[in-house]
């Protein structure tokens, strides 16, 4: 099956500068790569997604870069605010819908 | 549109006793996934269902770990018996579930969180 590591599991940034999670996958037929956001004690959330056909997505302060042949994909997060303090997961999913997640990546933005 | 309803939202058992989870999909979506979220883990899928038939249940614990979606709605986890390593959120979520293509985005209910004493 799918394997999708996260790096870093933890990361600290001052408010206004940017962050950068890497996830990496094993599967080459993984073609949709979402990224979730979860606050403490609730559900994940969708923030942004990626598709196989697409190497950039970006939508206002968030952006998500993929390459295929390297089969890694990264969450930017520009200007950060202290609201954006929260884990991160990346997945990876296939035709089929069989979703696999990383480890997350818990961020801290200092004020 | 409404959410992705579970129920209960927090259990606390003893090991070896039985419980159950259950989750009621967006009206519509024909894809329904449990995960068991450790806490300070990602969530890993346990079964995921396509209308009332089984996708993939490759990561679901078989000797303890059941799960059911008969009429193609709602779905139920079952635990039983229960051990201490089961404490986690148990998360379920679901998709449009149109066939061929890309993923589909899932949205995720609120979860049941189970503490095994």
């Known amino acids: 099956g799918e394997n999708v590591e996260q790096h870093p599991s933890t990361l600290s940034v001052q408010e206004g500068d940017s962050a950068v999670i890497k996830c990496t996958y094993s599967d080459s037929a993984s073609n949709y790569f979402p990224w979730y956001k979860q606050e403490l004690g609730k559900r994940p959330q969708l923030i942004i997604d990626i598709r196989s056909n697409v190497g950039e997505k970006k939508d206002q302060r968030i952006a998500v870069t993929l390459n295929k042949t390297a089969k890694h994909f990264s969450l930017h997060i520009t200007e950060t605010q202290p609201e954006d303090s929260a884990v991160y997961f990346c997945?990876?999913?296939?035709?089929?819908?069989?979703?696999?997640f990383g480890t997350g990546t818990s961020l801290t933005v200092i004020p | 549109e409404a959410g992705v309803a579970q129920s209960p939202r927090y259990k606390i058992i003893e090991k070896r006793q039985s419980v159950a989870f259950w989750c009621n999909p967006i009206s519509g979506h024909a894809t329904l996934y449990w995960y068991q979220q450790i806490l300070g883990q990602g969530p890993k899928l346990l079964i995921q269902?396509?209308?009332?038939?089984?996708?993939?249940d490759s990561q679901l614990p078989k000797d303890r770990f059941s799960a059911e979606r008969l009429k193609g709605v709602d779905s139920t986890l079952k635990i039983q018996p229960a051990k201490l390593e089961d404490s986690a959120v148990y998360l379920c979520?679901?998709?449009?579930?149109?066939?061929?293509?890309?993923?589909?985005?899932?949205?995720f209910g609120p979860g049941t969180r189970l503490l095994v004493l």
């Open positions: 269902f396509q209308n009332n038939g089984v996708v993939d």
């Open positions: 979520a679901s998709s449009l579930g149109s066939s061929g293509g890309a993923g589909e985005t899932q949205y």
């Open positions: 997945a990876a999913s296939r035709t089929g819908n069989q979703f696999y």
